[in-house]
């Protein structure tokens, strides 16, 4: 078994399109597909994220700026991520093609979470990251 | 593009998350489970043969069904049974009449029902314990036959003889596909919650070998309790079996030492216990008491296990509270092994003094014959009392009985030591 992580994306564009559905509706469905990943046993942790303004920092000067955003046609926004404990990507990828999201530039993006057993176990800081995980149940 | 070995993945992922959903849709749709289980697999094996040459559909489940569909009408025809709704379906499928397209057979508001269901037709109790456990991994977990075979070690044509026997089995019973009622759930739980607790004890103990498919089933049975414990969630004994099993399986990272050798409880590093599979069984723990139903033989094993794991060490667990859940679970699922663990409770809380009589009785029971586990418990009281003579001659015959080497090991040390000490 493996985590993988599901990071929903999206555009304005995406948004435009999602502005006329009530949300009892995107609840709905919405509930339903994270009602089928918690029936099979699958969903270790999802969030979404506010859709309001955020910040950007960005390190390209020194000291670094920032600024409102992301905004625009052309930004993708990052709106929110599911974790699941599946057998491999395939899995994953099956199961993203099952989430209720539609429209132009709606993509979810599917990346391997990597585990602590991976780094170097000798490493201090990779001991103290080890203890904070177990002492919060975040191994 | 058509990679076979992902494509091959592919097909897994696609049966694992679908095949409940597939297999209770096929079955409402026939009224056979056997025969929907029959089509189902017919139809995968279609799918490893044509998706890697033509790809995978953009509906991979769609089409899976479809498949099995056109083979369960097939299956209506070539039997020409008098059977008059097969007739029906099969006059159906002749007039180019969909009997009910694909897709519809999907009904998102029935697939946590057929998922249910499956989980109550593969435990039925006509069927034999290794069946029930076959039968739910494949059609609930969705593991292929390989797959099941390989984690218990047997021959894949075994698990796949087992398969067939069990569904020969239903349907000679008469066992109809379809949601138990609630009345007729709580008559059957036991057996659901019996092969999940099974599954999970294969995995926790064939693991100790390095096994990581074996492994596995341990994850397979918190997944199928976690299941049962979303669909059906009046049951406080399925809190406290998904608590046994999170508890359990939380000292797994710390229960085999650097060359393989099993760790004991009390010698574990207890820094290495998964903290998060700690909190997730005290959570479901806390839920089954909730109820106020008191605990059931699972829920009280959690609650043993949970003062384990609330422990920092050997020395600061609530050895008497340990005393007291054991003589609870001593009186609704009474086993000599139940009095043993009671008696290693009684002597960590009160000394081995309080001890010895219990052990002493299970001696004269004659229980537990051939196992190595009442004679190291007592050999090892007999040291703290000191009476060595009786306690060498325990350990000697721990040492006989044991089929590990490395225990064999332990015994032989203590032996030694005895010996030395004099």
């Known amino acids: ?139 | 593009m058509n990679d076979p070995e992902s494509v091959r993945r592919t097909v897994e992922a696609v049966w694992r998350i679908d095949s409940a959903r597939m297999v209770g849709a096929l079955a409402r749709y026939t009224g056979d489970f056997a025969l929907a289980e029959d089509v189902a697999q017919e139809a995968l094996a279609e799918a490893l043969v044509s998706w890697p040459r033509d790809g995978v559909p953009a509906t991979p489940a769609g089409w899976l069904l479809a498949v099995a569909r056109r083979r369960a009408i097939d299956s209506f025809r070539r039997n020409n049974t008098r059977d008059e709704k097969y007739a029906q379906l099969a006059r159906d499928a002749t007039a180019g009449v969909p009997a009910g397209a694909p897709d519809d057979l999907l009904d998102p508001d029935r697939v946590g029902d057929d998922r249910l269901a499956l989980l109550f037709i593969a435990c039925h109790p006509v069927l034999s314990k290794e069946s029930q456990i076959a039968l739910t991994l494949r059609v609930v977990a969705g593991l292929g036959s390989d797959q099941i075979a390989r984690a218990f070690l047997v021959p894949v044509p075994t698990i796949q003889a087992r398969i067939t026997r069990a569904k020969k089995t239903l349907s000679a019973a008469g066992v109809r596909y379809g949601l138990p009622s609630a009345a007729e759930r709580d008559e059957r739980v036991s057996s659901v919650l019996n092969v999940i607790y099974l599954i999970f004890t294969e995995g926790a103990n064939a693991s100790i070998g390095d096994d990581l498919l074996a492994a596995d089933l341990a994850i397979e049975a918190i997944r199928l309790a976690n299941v049962m414990a979303h669909l059906d969630p009046d049951r406080p004994e399925t809190y406290g079996l998904l608590a046994l099993c999170e508890l359990t399986a939380a000292r797994f990272p710390a229960r085999i030492g650097p060359d393989g050798e099993p760790v004991l409880l009390a010698e574990q590093d207890r820094r290495r216990w998964d903290r998060s599979a700690i909190r997730r069984g005290m959570a479901a723990l806390a839920k089954a008491e909730s109820f106020g139903q008191g605990l059931g033989p699972y829920g009280l094993q959690a609650a043993i296990a949970a003062c384990h794991a609330a422990a920092r060490s050997v020395e600061e667990t609530d050895w008497d509270r340990i005393v007291i859940l054991y003589e609870a679970l001593g009186r609704i699922a009474p086993s000599p092994i139940v009095e043993l663990n009671r008696a290693v409770a009684m002597s960590m809380a009160y000394g081995p003094q309080q001890a010895l009589p219990i052990v002493d009785d299970l001696v004269a029971r004659d229980v537990l014959r051939g196992s190595q586990l009442l004679p190291s418990v007592r050999g090892e009281l007999l040291i703290r009392v000191g009476r060595r003579d009786e306690a060498r001659q325990e350990l000697e015959l721990a040492a006989r009985l044991t089929a590990n080497s490395r225990e064999r090991g332990v015994f032989e040390r203590k032996i030694e030591r005895l010996a030395d000490d004099q």
């Open chain 1, 1 to 139: 078994m493996a985590k993988y992580m599901l990071i929903m994306r999206s555009t304005d564009e995406t948004s435009k399109m999602y502005e006329g559905v009530p949300f009892e509706e995107i609840l709905e469905t919405m509930g339903r597909y994270n009602d089928d990943l918690i029936n099979a046993g699958v969903l270790l942790a999802a969030e979404g994220l506010d859709q309001g303004p955020g910040v950007v920092v960005d390190y390209e000067v020194e000291p670094p700026v920032v600024t409102d955003g992301p905004y625009g046609e052309t930004k993708e926004l990052f709106g929110g991520f599911w974790i699941l404990s599946v057998a491999s990507q395939e899995e994953a990828v099956e199961w993203a093609k099952r989430a209720p999201l539609a429209g132009p530039g709606s993509k979810v993006e599917i990346r391997r979470v990597a585990e602590i057993d991976e780094f170097p176990q000798d490493n201090e800081w990779i001991k103290r990251e080890r203890a904070w995980r177990e002492a919060h149940g975040q191994l």
